[in-house]
């Protein structure tokens, strides 16, 4: 496992977001992070970067990771693209490239093969992209640098059905190379890529398993995922 997640508690304000919260990601493939608006998902990536304050336990590539500061879980390769995703509107594409390098010797020709737009229009500002785009300059940004694990926090919302397919297909050969914890609203897209799923719900892990045993129930996924949840094919 590159990652276990062990009870983990997060509080905010008054309200026990996540109350006992365990998990695994698997070294290869891609594992969904599923369940409703509101449940926790975004809590559980920025509790497992040491974002937020949080009890429990995490191991990440074999070392307890809670409390362990941000800035050092990054070093050692925990990649994360938000779901904002952050980009810096008024620098050049290349000037947020630059500015996320961390390591001696940053992957441009791999991010430039697998997003051949950003080569393209480097000398662009960033916050002139159309959200395809600057999806894919932060999923570039994160790359630049070698990692063991990413999270990536909802990357299709709000795009278009034929950007949602391409931002599929650059996540698909993503995880060729490195493992993913995806949050992913689109169920499309998770039975397209998802090899794991695991389902939150009233702040617990609900549904753990094969992403297919999930999707190929749809009594099930609408369960878990609530109405309207049903799997077109994309
Ligand atoms: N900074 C915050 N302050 C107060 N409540 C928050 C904060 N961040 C998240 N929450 C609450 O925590 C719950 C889980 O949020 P979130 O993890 O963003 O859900 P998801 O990503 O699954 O949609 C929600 O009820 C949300 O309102
Ligand atoms: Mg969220």
Redesign the pocket.
Known sequence: MILSVRDLSVR??G?H?LQGVSFDVPRTGITALL??????????L?AILGELPASGAIDFDGRPALGRPTHRLVRDGLGYVP?DRCVFAGLTVAENLRLAVRSADPRFRTVYELFPELHVRAGQRAGTLSGGQQQMLALGRVLLNDQRLLLI?EPTKGLAPAVISSVATALDRIADRVPMLL?EQNLAVVRRLATDAIV?AAGRVAWQGPAAGLLGDPALARDLLGVGSTVRRP
């Open positions: 905010i304000g309200s977001i369940g409703r608006n509101g449940v926790g998902k975004t809590t559980t920025r779901e926090d949050v939150l």
